[in-house]
T-cell receptor, first 115, second 114 residues
Framework: AQSVTQLGSHVSVSEGALVLLRCNYS??????LFWYVQYPNQGLQLLLK??????LVKGINDFEAEFKKSETSFHLTKPSAHMSDAAEYFC?????????????FGKGTKLSVIP | DAGVTQSPTHLIKTRGQQVTLRCSPK?????VSWYQQALGQGPQFIFQ???????QRGNFPDRFSGHQFPNYSSELNVNALLLGDSALYLC?????????????FGPGTRLTVT
């Protein structure tokens, strides 16, 4: 079984500051890992995913995440926060390989950006 | 290109009633997954449909059932509604069902059970 823990239900940063959203996962097999963003009244949009290739993954809007197997972590970072980054962010995990159809999500971290 | 669409946007039902939610996948996609997102929680996987068959199911009771049509659109049915079924129901489509393939999410249907 897979599970995800997102540390901090709410994170506030100043505009232009570093964004760091934490995600730790648990998986008995090699995982795929994902970060999604959800704006109010909208569905989820994929920011980036790790699927066993490079451990440093670059996504849209200058977000990136690093897969660290030894720490079972997949933290999301962005060098400089924009007001438009204010949203809820979800980390998700699945089994890798064929026959894996289910994403398991964390509870989410709401990001506020202070002008 | 229209993305994933869901209907209705909002719905209010009474305990014990039945509800049907609808999803049209992104053009070219053949796989539909349904998720339930309770307030303040992350989405939870209900099931996935491919080639008109339920391919995988999450930890949801049999009151939750679905259907996929030949045009790949899908319905989620919930019987004997409980207050705890109040949530945002998200549909996601993909080309190919494995999680390696990006799942595109619709805006959701917000169900309120009173």
């Amino acid at each position: 079984a897979q599970s995800v823990t997102q540390l901090g239900s709410h994170v506030s940063v100043s505009e232009g500051a570093l964004v760091l959203l934490r995600c730790n996962y648990s998986s008995s097999v090699p995982p795929y890992l994902f970060w999604y963003v959800q704006y109010p009244n909208q569905g989820l949009q994929l920011l980036l995913k790790y699927t066993s290739a490079a451990t440093l993954v670059k996504g849209i809007n200058d977000f990136e995440a690093e897969f660290k197997k030894s720490e079972t972590s997949f933290h999301l970072t962005k060098p400089s926060a924009h007001m438009s980054d204010a949203a809820e962010y979800f980390c998700a995990v699945s089994r890798s390989g064929a026959g894996s159809y289910q994403l398991t999500f964390g509870k989410g971290t709401k990001l506020s950006v202070i002008p | 290109d229209a993305g994933v669409t869901q209907s209705p946007t909002h719905l209010i039902k009474t305990r014990g009633q039945q509800v049907t939610l609808r999803c049209s996948p992104k053009s070219g996609h053949d796989t539909v997954s349904w998720y339930q997102q309770a307030l303040g929680q992350g989405p939870q996987f209900i099931f996935q449909y491919y080639e008109e068959e339920e391919r995988q199911r999450g930890n949801f009771p049999d009151r939750f059932s679905g259907h996929q049509f030949p045009n790949y659109s899908s319905e989620l049915n919930v019987n004997a509604l409980l207050l705890g079924d109040s949530a945002l129901y998200l549909c996601a489509s993909s080309l190919g069902g494995g999680t390696y393939y990006e799942q595109y999410f619709g805006p959701g249907t917000r169900l309120t059970v009173t």
